[in-house]
């Protein structure tokens, strides 16, 4: 019997419509919600757990918290497809 894992199959898209990490889910197998976060190059939609940040999934940062806020909110951002 092996104990080789499969890898995590799932489509941006549906992680997306669930309000999941996609690259969290992909990359770590932990299905995190999508939220409004701040690094020094500015504010993005991303994930974290209770260690601190897991995935960045925007794209693109954002200027301010509310911009990120209204990105998320809306669905107008950019999902990254490799971190």
Same mark, same amino acid.
């Given at each position: 019997?092996s104990?080789?894992?499969?890898?995590?199959?799932? #489509?941006?898209?549906?992680? %997306?419509?669930?309000s999941?990490?996609?690259?969290?889910?992909?990359?770590?197998? &932990?299905? !995190?919600?999508?939220?409004v976060?701040?690094?020094?190059?500015?504010?993005?939609?991303?994930?974290?757990?209770? #260690?601190?940040?897991?995935? %960045?999934?925007?794209?693109?940062?954002?200027?301010?918290?509310?911009?990120?806020? &209204?990105? !998320?909110?809306?669905?107008?951002?950019?999902?990254?497809?490799?971190?």
């Amino acid at each position: 019997m092996s104990s080789v894992s499969s890898p995590i199959v799932v #489509d941006a898209r549906q992680a %997306r419509a669930e309000s999941i990490g996609y690259l969290a889910l992909a990359y770590t197998g &932990k299905r !995190l919600p999508l939220d409004v976060h701040l690094s020094a190059a500015g504010h993005y939609i991303g994930t974290a757990d209770k #260690d601190g940040p897991v995935s %960045r999934e925007s794209e693109h940062y954002f200027r301010s918290y509310q911009a990120a806020s &209204k990105a !998320l909110t809306k669905g107008r951002w950019q999902q990254r497809l490799h971190p």
